[in-house]
């Protein structure tokens, strides 16, 4: 276990690291307009994090212990499906919401 001491200063130590690491895009290039050769590049952020995020949670899930899940992968289908026809705030709504329905019913 690590002693108190060393947790806090890690602590502390991680939380200003955070912190500058936020700072040197929002507070310095807050103000700024940016080249639009960059903002074309920002746009593909959320479509590419997105995905990067959910994939390791579907294909292997901690709470099946890594083994596939029937009610996970319809559940992604369904959010992927909202997503490209509506909004990507409706794939998560539709996502959560059938996952919980799919759980549920026991697939």
């Not at 690491?21 to 929002?26: A, G, K, Q, T, V």
């Not at 080249?35 to 746009?43: E, G």
């Not at 995020?53 to 289908?77: C, E, F, K, N, S």
């Amino acid at each position: 276990m690590i002693e108190d001491q060393a947790f806090w200063t890690l602590t502390v130590l991680l939380g200003i690291g955070t912190y500058l690491i936020r700072f040197s895009f929002l507070g310095a290039m807050g103000g700024r307009r940016l080249h639009p050769w960059v903002m074309a590049h920002l746009r593909y952020v959320g479509a590419a994090i997105f995905p990067a995020m959910i994939t390791p949670l579907v294909l292997w899930p901690a709470a099946t212990d890594g083994a596939l899940d029937a009610a996970r992968l319809l559940a992604a289908a369904t959010a992927f499906y909202v997503g490209m026809r509506y909004s990507v705030m409706g794939a998560i709504i539709a996502g959560m919401g059938s996952l919980y329905v799919f759980q549920a019913v026991g697939l």
